[in-house]
């Protein structure tokens, strides 16, 4: 039986008391997978969804057809004239609505500040928009087969004021078959973690301490 003197406790429940004060928080997520290139960041705060913005105040849709579509996650969205008042100079609303009247599953489309955005419902690293090889790419600006992954939150109310700490523990890979893994860089919201090799498929558990 293990004994402590008066001593030893006093350190034990000054650690303990310093945990209280700080706050550490434990969280498993995925890093990433075969689609990745290596970087996953943490939102210190909330978790946040997949999404693509468009910065363009129109698109040129002009000369496209019924067989023409956009295709995102393996949705195809077909081309509508109907749609456009103009289609040389379709406006982020219109091209909005015309995805909305596709019912897509797993993302929406909407308008922001001006801006055309589509994102995913879910939120977090598990939430994806992948792009198709669509011939509407080149309009919107779209690249195919381009990845755009949500963010992972640990639900801090604010962001920390004297900083934070991250330690990082693979889970789930033998020995010899742990890839390197690092803190890339970090902001008062958010913080990247780098892997190497990019492709591995890893879980890890994140210790952040608040400082």
């Known amino acids: 039986m293990a004994y402590f003197g008066h001593n030893h406790n006093k350190e034990i429940n000054d650690a303990f008391n310093n945990l209280l004060k700080n706050k550490l928080i ?23 969804p997949a999404k693509i913005t468009f910065d363009a105040q129109s698109f040129d849709l002009s000369e496209k057809t019924a067989s023409d579509s956009l295709i995102i996650n393996t949705q195809t969205i077909s081309f509508d004239t109907d749609a456009f008042e103009n289609a040389a100079a379709a406006t982020p609303e219109e091209v909005a609505a015309w995805i909305s009247k596709a019912d897509p599953e797993g993302f929406y489309a909407g308008v922001k500040e001006g801006k055309l955005f589509i994102e ?92």
């Open 120 to 211: 995913s419902t879910l939120s977090g690293v598990a939430a994806k928009l992948t792009v198709g090889a669509g011939t509407l790419n080149t309009a919107f600006g779209l690249t195919n087969n381009a990845v755009f992954v949500g963010v992972d939150g640990l639900g801090l109310s604010q962001d920390p004021a004297g900083g934070y700490a991250v330690f990082v523990s693979p889970f789930g890979k033998e020995a010899d078959d742990v890839p390197v893994v690092s803190v890339y860089e970090t902001t008062p919201s958010t913080f990247t973690l780098s892997c190497d090799p990019a492709e591995t498929e890893l879980d890890v558990y994140l210790c952040v301490l608040i400082l």
């Open 26 to 48: 434990v969280k498993r997520i995925s890093l990433n997978d075969v689609d990745s290139d290596g970087l996953t960041v943490v939102n210190l705060k909330d978790a946040e």
